[in-house]
T-cell receptor, first 112, second 112 residues
Framework: DAGITQSPRYKITETGRQVTLMCHQT?????MFWYRQDLGHGLRLIYY???????DKGEVPDGYVVSRSKTENFPLTLESATRSQTSVYFC???????????FGDGTRLSIL | GENVEQHPSTLSVQEGDSAVIKCTYS??????FPWYKQELGKRPQLIID?????GEKKDQRIAVTLNKTAKHFSLHITETQPEDSAVYFC???????????FGSGTRLSIRP
């Protein structure tokens, strides 16, 4: 859906570098989520947010930092990238219950 | 903790035949069950969802059934077509929770 956009779509970086993945939604959805998708692991939740200034850890939060100062933005930062963080990252948003999540087009991140 | 098990992990059917994917959830308070389709290199997209107050929902060739007693729900695709080839994810959520629990995915292949 055009209402949720991720940037960049592709990123190559080196181990130890800091990298930030951006997510922006125009629906004013309360909830936002970050997932990583690796072959054989499906969708794994990294962090989520129920509202501005409220964030919570998901299944695999180690090595990641999030913030949500504005409802529409939910950036994900890898403070010191490692090769194991090479993955496809999806951002999603949803309105209050019970509503489906809408996914962005993903960011393919490669860490060399 | 909360868990959603999805079977089978891979499924190959002849074009025109039916496909069935099954999921079992552990949280008896779950009341919302969406299904997502993810084509190769694309984002997951909602194809159908069902709430706990109904037992079945149908949308053209796709149907979902829910058995709350057994904590089991299924996706049925009839008259399969090549464009149905994708990975399908089931999910479960309770109203009081922010996050959704995804199954591990089923790779569906349609044989010509």
């Amino acid at each position: 859906d055009a209402g949720i956009t991720q940037s960049p779509r592709y990123k190559i970086t080196e181990t130890g570098r800091q990298v930030t993945l951006m997510c922006h939604q125009t629906w004013s959805h309360s909830y936002m989520f970050w997932y990583r998708q690796d072959l054989g692991h499906g969708l794994r939740l990294i962090y989520y947010s129920a509202a501005a200034d409220i964030t919570d850890k998901g299944e695999v939060p180690d090595g990641y930092v999030v913030s949500r100062s504005k409802t529409e933005n939910f950036p994900l930062t890898l403070e010191s990238a490692t090769r194991s963080q090479t993955s496809v990252y999806f951002c999603a948003s949803s309105d209050r219950d019970p509503q489906p999540q809408h996914f962005g087009d993903g960011t393919r991140l490669s860490i060399l | 903790g909360e868990n959603v098990e999805q079977h089978p992990s891979t499924l190959s059917v002849q074009e025109g035949d039916s496909a069935v994917i099954k999921c079992t959830y552990s949280d008896s308070a779950s009341n919302y069950f969406p299904w997502y389709k993810q084509e190769l290199g694309k984002r997951p997209q909602l194809i159908i969802d069902i709430r706990s107050n109904v037992g079945e929902k149908k949308d053209q060739r796709i149907a979902v059934t829910l058995n709350k007693t057994a904590k089991h729900f299924s996706l049925h695709i009839t008259e399969t077509q090549p464009e149905d080839s994708a990975v399908y994810f089931c999910a479960a959520k309770r109203s009081s929770a922010s996050k959704i629990i995804f199954g591990s995915g089923t790779r569906l292949s349609i044989r010509p």
